[in-house]
């Protein structure tokens, strides 16, 4: 058996909420034709929001063309079983957020009582892939969401690798973006998020543990293109209603569901 993990962190500029919304958007203009929704479902309980979703997708396009040619074509046909659970602030401490996000080290009081309400929003999502022609024993993804605003947030992972957004992109410059400008220090300017995100691969397969890492590399990539999606094309969605995101997503789900007899 051969396994491959790794966990990165990277700093986004926005709050929890705008997280969430800027989320729904991208994952609606980023799904591709050959995506199948079986299942999509969300409830709230309280301040908790729970996402579940079955979809079954090709993963060929992240996979590196070393490892394709030497596995299976059904190999990269997968199902994907993700649960997200949010944790949402109630709207006076949004506001409260938004009035005390900038206050300056030394208003101690201040700055700790925000911290101590801001905490409680985050986002975690648990995303499984399985395929759908060989054993779970042979091949098996999980990918691990932890979004939050504590800095000194530790991740079961020793090895986090810390990333930069600004510097992901070569062909196209993330420094001055829309309506926002990300040069020198952008911390002072916006609100600030942490994404973690961990990628295992794990393959047992006689003479193909190699294939692990390779698929990791491509499935992380995927997911930076993600976030530098979600910090692109921020003006397209920073003004949309929740109503409007709402109906964006169902019109989603409409287009790729799939009904399972």
Same mark, same amino acid.
């Given at each position: 058996?051969?396994?491959?993990?790794?966990?990165?962190?990277?700093?986004?500029?926005?709050?929890?909420?705008?997280?969430?919304?800027?989320?729904?958007?991208? %994952?609606?203009?980023?799904?591709?034709?050959?995506?199948? $929704?079986?299942?999509?479902?969300?409830?709230?309980?309280?301040?908790?929001?729970?996402?579940?979703?079955? &979809?079954?997708?090709?993963?060929?396009?992240? =996979?590196?063309?070393?490892? &394709?040619?030497?596995?299976?074509?059904?190999?990269?046909?997968?199902?994907?079983?993700?649960?997200? $659970?949010?944790? !949402?602030?109630?709207?006076?401490? !949004?506001?409260?957020? &938004?009035?005390?996000?900038?206050?300056q080290?030394?208003?101690?009081?201040? +700055?700790?009582?925000?911290?101590?309400?801001?905490?409680?929003?985050?986002? +975690?999502?648990?995303t499984?892939? *399985?395929?759908?022609?060989?054993?779970?024993?042979?091949?098996?993804?999980?990918?691990t969401? *932890?979004?939050?605003?504590?800095?000194?947030?530790?991740?079961?992972d020793?090895?986090?690798?810390? $990333?930069?957004?600004?510097? %992901?992109?070569?062909?196209?410059?993330?420094?001055?973006?829309?309506?926002?400008?990300?040069?020198? +220090?952008w911390?002072?300017?916006?609100? !600030? !998020?942490?994404?973690?995100?961990?990628?295992?691969?794990?393959?047992? #397969?006689?003479?193909?543990?190699? #294939?692990?890492?390779? =698929?990791?590399?491509?499935l992380?990539?995927?997911?930076?293109?993600?976030?530098?999606?979600? $910090?692109?094309?921020?003006?397209e969605?920073?003004?949309?209603?929740?109503?409007?995101?709402?109906?964006?997503?169902?019109?989603?789900? &409409? *287009?790729?569901?799939?009904?399972?007899n």
């Amino acid at each position: 058996m051969t396994v491959s993990k790794q966990t990165f962190k990277i700093k986004l500029p926005f709050t929890m909420n705008e997280f969430r919304r800027g989320q729904i958007y991208t %994952l609606c203009r980023m799904m591709r034709e050959d995506v199948s $929704i079986i299942k999509h479902s969300r409830s709230k309980d309280g301040n908790l929001v729970r996402t579940e979703s079955i &979809k079954e997708l090709n993963l060929s396009p992240f =996979i590196p063309s070393a490892v &394709k040619s030497v596995i299976p074509t059904k190999a990269c046909i997968v199902e994907e079983f993700s649960t997200s $659970i949010e944790a !949402i602030l109630e709207e006076d401490a !949004i506001a409260l957020h &938004k009035f005390t996000e900038f206050v300056q080290n030394d208003e101690h009081l201040v +700055d700790e009582h925000f911290k101590r309400i801001y905490k409680k929003n985050s986002h +975690d999502c648990l995303t499984v892939y *399985k395929n759908k022609y060989y054993s779970e024993k042979s091949f098996r993804i999980t990918i691990t969401t *932890k979004v939050n605003t504590d800095p000194n947030y530790k991740v079961e992972d020793s090895h986090v690798k810390e $990333i930069d957004f600004r510097t %992901l992109k070569s062909d196209i410059s993330l420094l001055n973006v829309g309506s926002r400008d990300y040069t020198g +220090d952008w911390h002072g300017k916006f609100p !600030i !998020i942490y994404v973690y995100k961990t990628v295992e691969i794990e393959v047992n #397969v006689f003479g193909l543990g190699w #294939v692990s890492s390779k =698929i990791n590399k491509g499935l992380s990539e995927q997911l930076l293109e993600f976030q530098i999606n979600l $910090i692109k094309w921020y003006d397209e969605w920073k003004n949309l209603s929740d109503d409007e995101l709402e109906e964006l997503e169902n019109d989603m789900i &409409k *287009k790729f569901y799939k009904k399972i007899n």
